[in-house]
Each structure stands twice: as C-alpha cells, then as structure tokens.
C-alpha cells in the first residue's frame, strides 16, 4: 500500500498536522509495510501556476508544447503521486472559511483538462483519475459544521467538488473544531474522538485488491 500524505500547515505543532500524523499511524497499524510519501505544503510551498503553465492550458497544441519544454513538468509529478498512491491522507488548517493558499496551489497543478479532467460531450467534466480513499483532517479555531456551528464552510463543498472532477469521491472529512477555545485535554480528546469515525473499510478493500 502507498499513503500519500499531505500537510499544509505553516506550524510544526498545528492541531492539522498532529490530526493527519495519528491519522497515518492508524494506517500502518493496520499495514505495516505501506510506504509513505510526504509532501508538506506548510513548509515547502509549491509555486502557483506560472505564465507558462497558463499558457500551455491554452489550447491542445500549447499543451503539446508546454509538455516538450516542460512548463507542465510540476504538474505531471504532483498527478503521478496522486495516481501512484491507494490512498490519500491530508492535514489542513481553515483559514477564512476555507483551504490555504498553499493547498490551493497544489489543487491548481492537479486539475488538469485532458490529463486528470475529461469532458463529455455536454461539456461536463469528467474524471479521469482511479478513485480511491482520501481523508482530510481539518483543524478549525471555530466551529463550522453540526449544530453548534457558528461560521460558514467553503472548504468541504470546495473540495468534494475539486476532487470530484478529477475521479476522487470517496472523501471523509475528519473536523477537529474550536480549537481556539479549548484546553490541550479536551484537544486530545476531541482527537481521538475525530479518529474514531475514521472509516477503515475502503482501506481494506483497496489492499484486498491490490
């Protein structure tokens, strides 16, 4: 099995990435000889698209020429990860009610019209990826779902709309909210209570099947 894992916290000690951490340590309880790829967003930031890379998206013949002198190159990496691996775990604080800018820049490389992104005859997107598990651990200072929430969320619908269009639909949003109001007991009990709903059982049939 091979994890993908993703941070995009700025922080060493954010709440996103001891959330995603425990989240990959269930995993490899579980499968122990999985291999991890790390790529952190929060300490590495990826450049946002270029000129050039708009450019390519142009038209099929500036693609085939952004793909020859490689403006594309970062683009195809980051979408040969996600297709190498089974399953996907990413950390990520909300900032303003949605994803940083950072995990922004990495979604914007992914998305790919003719690459991760077909279209039907219609002119709906379809896609083109293999689905397979993903799971995103969200460290909010507030409260942004449920009954006591308090701010709105563009993060979650945002996201299962990205990964839809590229093929990834098996999502599960794991929230660990109002972390600005709380003490670091509760914290980490609220974690383990968040880890606790973290549905294992497509894991396991994408091991049974690989």
Known sequence: MNILHIDCSPR?????RALSSAMVKLLLARHPHATVLRRDL???PLAHPDGRYAAALATPGAMAAGIANGDVQLSEWLIQEVEAADVLVIGT???NF???SVFKAWIDQLLRVGRSI???ASGEKIGLLKDKP???GIASGGVFSGPEAR???FLTPY????FGCIGLTSLQFLPLQATAFLDPAQLEANRETVLATMDLARVEQTARAA
């Open 12 to 16: 060493i000690e954010s709440h996103s």
């Open 42 to 44: 929060g300490l590495e």
């Open 93 to 95: 604080p909300m900032n």
């Open 98 to 100: 949605t994803l940083p």
């Open 118 to 120: 077909g279209m039907s």
């Open 134 to 136: 993903v799971y995103i």
């Open 151 to 153: 701010q709105p969320d």
């Open 159 to 162: 996201l299962t709309t990205a």
